[in-house]
């Protein structure tokens, strides 16, 4: 069951993905395809992962090319930047716009939070986003993916419930 939704997720997140390629970053040993559940480690609690998915997010591996889904816990960080917020504000920075998650809480509440696919060149190694809000104040933040656990070997109803709480939607105007 979790390879049939793994398989179907990678092709839905694969459709319209930004490419955004990280800058000065060392490459660490390649993973092989497929849908990982991994820490995402953050410097702050204004940008963190949904509660509800406890620390955990998706890293997508497709042709060697890496990147992780966070489902945040609300929808008050509007955009993303792979690198600084000083070079966000730049007429030329690749923005990274959110998805539509849907999280269901442990006692069955569900929400529709923004989720973004964050592009990654290293596992257990920092690097910069920058953030904007509802407020329109750009912030940096330096973050890092850890223990990459294959989808099918993950801890079942955690992997299961990173899986199905996700969805692709394109964010409420």
């Known amino acids: 069951m979790i390879r ?23 490459e660490s040993p390649a993973l092989e395809d497929g ?4 820490n995402f480690n953050t410097d702050s609690s204004m940008f963190r992962i949904n509660e509800a998915h406890k620390g955990k997010a998706l890293l997508i ?16 960080i509007v955009t993303l930047f792979l690198g600084k917020a000083e070079d966000a504000k730049a007429e030329d920075a690749l923005l990274i716009l959110p998805s539509t998650d849907t999280v269901t809480y442990s006692d069955g ?10 592009p990654v060149s290293a596992i257990d190694q920092e690097f910069d986003v920058a953030i904007i809000g509802k407020k329109g104040k750009w912030y940096d933040h330096r973050v890092s993916v850890s223990h990459p656990v294959p989808a099918e070997d ?20």
């Open 35 to 38: 849908i990982y559940v991994v």
């Open 154 to 173: 993950a801890d079942t109803e955690l992997a299961e419930t990173l899986l199905l709480n996700i969805q692709t939607e394109a964010p409420e105007e």
């Open 109 to 118: 509440y569900t929400d529709k939070v923004y989720g973004f696919d964050i």
């Open 4 to 26: 049939l939704i793994s398989v179907i997720l990678m092709l839905a997140l694969g459709l319209g993905a930004a490419v955004v390629e990280p800058a000065d970053v060392e």
């Open 61 to 76: 591996v497709s042709e060697g090319e890496m990147r992780v889904h966070v489902t945040l816990s609300s929808k008050n």
